[in-house]
């Protein structure tokens, strides 16, 4: 339990709630461990991630960009949102230009989205406040190396290694990697949670990575002459945690929202990390879309 899981969620494990646990970590089944010990096999079958597919180019944000492709000038970008009217039911954007609408579906994450909203009782203001989430700083190292592995993600416990998982891009796609040829580079990607509870110092943390790296084998020390690139994201909103009480706070915000005809969903917006991978997100909204429309029942979102 314990630095595993407070690396990850970057949170004291006495504020957290179990009743998530169910949807994300497998099950303790004795006779399946026995049966895995007898035959020596690899149990990869459970969970929403045993497999995946992924852009063969562009990365993650690819599967965005094809989508939006399809909205064309539907799709408006590069305005920030300075305030919500429920009652008029209007949205103000930075740029001065405003939006009506009937039903407004926001990922914008919970906290946020009434904090820019107007006339939202001080009681759910509060409420949300509760709510907790940790950040993320990614860093990526590029080496002109093949480092040879079939993995494509690999979680550290050792308290002295400061990123929690690693992932090995290259393996997710060659062309994740210069001239599409892991044989000759390779992609990796650390990512290290912080919050206020776990601080991080984000001047050094690309070096304290490459020194995890070295310690953990992945690399060599003699492997610094091969990093041909190193970057560093620092994600404010990353897990959605699962803390104590958090289900009674989502559906009281929640259920006064959708009778103002807001449905808030998404990763942050339904704050849920049990459905927060990217195909709950998009579905969530196709669902969402389906109840305003057909009065359809949600599948992936509840109270």
């Not at 690693?166 to 997710?172: A, C, G, K, V």
């Not at 620092?234 to 009480?245: E, F, Q, S």
Request: charge should be positive; glycine fraction near 6%.
């Amino acid at each position: 339990m314990f630095p595993d899981n407070f690396k990850r969620w970057a949170t004291p494990l006495n504020k957290m709630d179990k009743g998530w646990i169910a949807d994300r970590i497998s099950v303790v089944d004795f006779k399946r461990i026995l049966e895995n010990l007898i035959y020596e096999k690899d149990d990869i079958s459970w969970g929403p991630n045993n497999t995946f597919i992924f852009p063969k180019f562009g990365g993650t944000g690819e599967i965005s960009s094809r989508v939006a492709e399809f909205l064309k000038d539907n799709v408006l970008s590069g305005r920030g949102v300075k305030s919500v009217d429920l009652a008029q039911k209007q949205v103000v954007f930075n740029n001065g230009q405003k939006d009506s609408f009937d039903y407004l579906i926001s990922t914008v994450p919970l906290d946020k989205f009434l904090k820019l909203s107007k006339d939202i009782p001080k009681q759910l203001i509060a409420m949300v406040n509760r709510l907790a989430h940790n950040n993320i700083l990614v860093v990526g190292v590029g080496l002109k190396k093949e480092i040879k592995t079939t993995k494509c993600w690999v979680y550290f416990t050792d308290p002295d290694v400061p990123f929690y998982r690693l992932s090995y891009f290259h393996n997710y796609s060659p062309f994740n990697v210069p001239e599409g040829n892991p044989k000759k580079f390779s992609s990796l990607m650390c990512e290290v949670s912080y919050s206020r509870y776990k601080k991080e110092n984000k001047e050094n943390i690309a070096e304290r990575c490459i020194r995890g790296l070295i310690k953990s084998g992945i690399v060599n020390e003699s492997d610094r002459t091969k990093i041909i690139s190193r970057v560093v994201y620092d994600v404010p909103y990353a897990y959605p945690i699962p803390t104590l009480g958090r289900d009674k706070i989502l559906k009281s915000v929640q259920l006064f929202l959708m009778k103002k005809g807001i449905y808030s969903r998404g990763r942050f917006g339904a704050w849920k990390y049990e459905i927060g991978n990217m195909d709950h997100s998009f579905m969530q909204g196709v669902e969402a879309v389906d109840k305003i429309l057909n009065n359809k029942k949600e599948t992936i979102w509840s109270l």
